[in-house]
């Protein structure tokens, strides 16, 4: 019985070997995993001023084909032509205006772009256009045609409105600018419903309004003395039988205006200055002044009230920091004249204080 046992586990050993060599074991080679196509899928068009604007998510899928360039078609259609076109008819009336290689592809925000000016002064005005783009990868294989974007441009669109003009003030700049006084296309009134203003600090220009402005004016007051800004503004015009200001088309923005806030605005004079002599000095006290760019302080002296301004003496050779002040170059028994004044950080000095005096005790 022992003898038929050990036979038993030695075959059953062998089973196991020899299936776990057929899990080993390897099959047919697999076909490679064909690359993504360069089909886009998301074409849309925006009319930005005097320019149609396209633009489509990159293609950035696992394995998607080296791209070599992008062909943009568009297609010129009247108004009451059927908005079905077959891919067969698009590329027959369609006509190719670019082949941008990849390395001239603009690319923000994860979209590829693409800009088509417009000129509404010389082109048909009921017209609209068809746009597809294809994709051409590194082989030189072109993929399907893009779905259709279509537009229908506005061409009462009003001209750029004037370049800014500023006004400073210590809390706000404001901002005027001329209305436009025609569209595009040179008709007149200009189809003006409202404004954006913007302002670029460096890099992109950014828009200030939350909300559209009816009136040429903005008052802004989240800036910074001594930065340097650009400001430019843009009309916003109404579509047919359309009041809705989020369906307007932004003309195209102003001159720009470069302009750097200077501070010209001093500080109020301190007030409450209070005096008091004892071992042969002299000392001053105040309230520290509440601006937020107050810098220090000047300490004025002199031996006749009736002294002029300018010939008054400093004491202080640098800003002074504190709210007090101890004078130890006076002579006992002698009557002195003070007055103090608050510096900003932009070196402008506050009106000068109340004049406060003591005669110097031993």
Known sequence: MAVRRRVTSVASLLLLAIFAAGCGKIGDPLPPIPRAPLVVEE???????????????FPRAPRTARLQRMDVYRMTEGLSEAMGVTPEAFTTRASLIAAIPTE??????AAVLFTDPLDLKTTTKNVRYRYAVR????????????????????????????????????????ITWAPPAANETGTSPANVAAYHLYRRAGGEF???????????????RDFQFGAAYEYAVSALSLLPNDANLANAIESNRS????????????PAAP??????????????????????????????RAEDESTPPAMWVRLNAQLHK????RDDRVMVGKKY????????????????????????AP
Do not use: C, H, M
Not at 43 to 57: D, I, K, M
Not at 104 to 109: A, D, F
Not at 141 to 155: E, G, K, M, T
Not at 271 to 289: D, K, Q, R
């Open 322 to 325: 504190t709210a007090s002040f």
């Open 43 to 57: 074409l849309r068009v925006e009319q930005q001023g005097t320019r149609l604007q396209l633009s489509f998510p």
């Open 206 to 220: 950014i828009r200030l309004n939350a909300e559209p402005l009816r009136a040429p004016r903005f008052l802004d």
């Open 271 to 300: 007030t409450s200055v209070t005096i008091a002599s004892i071992n042969s000095s002299v000392s001053l006290f105040w309230p520290l002044n509440t601006e937020t760019d107050v810098a220090g302080y000047n300490i004025y």
């Open 337 to 360: 004249f003070y007055q103090v004044a608050a510096v900003d950080l932009f070196g402008n000095e506050s009106p000068r204080s109340e004049t406060v005096s003591e005669i110097v």
């Open 104 to 109: 001239q592809l603009t690319i923000r925000n």
């Open 135 to 174: 994709l051409v990868n590194a082989n030189g294989q072109a993929a399907d045609l893009s779905n259709y974007a279509v537009i229908r441009p506005l061409f009462d669109l009003a001209a750029a409105p004037g370049r800014p003009q500023t006004a400073q003030r210590e809390k706000e700049i404001e």
């Open 255 to 266: 001159e720009s205006l470069a302009y750097s806030p200077k501070d010209l605005f001093p």
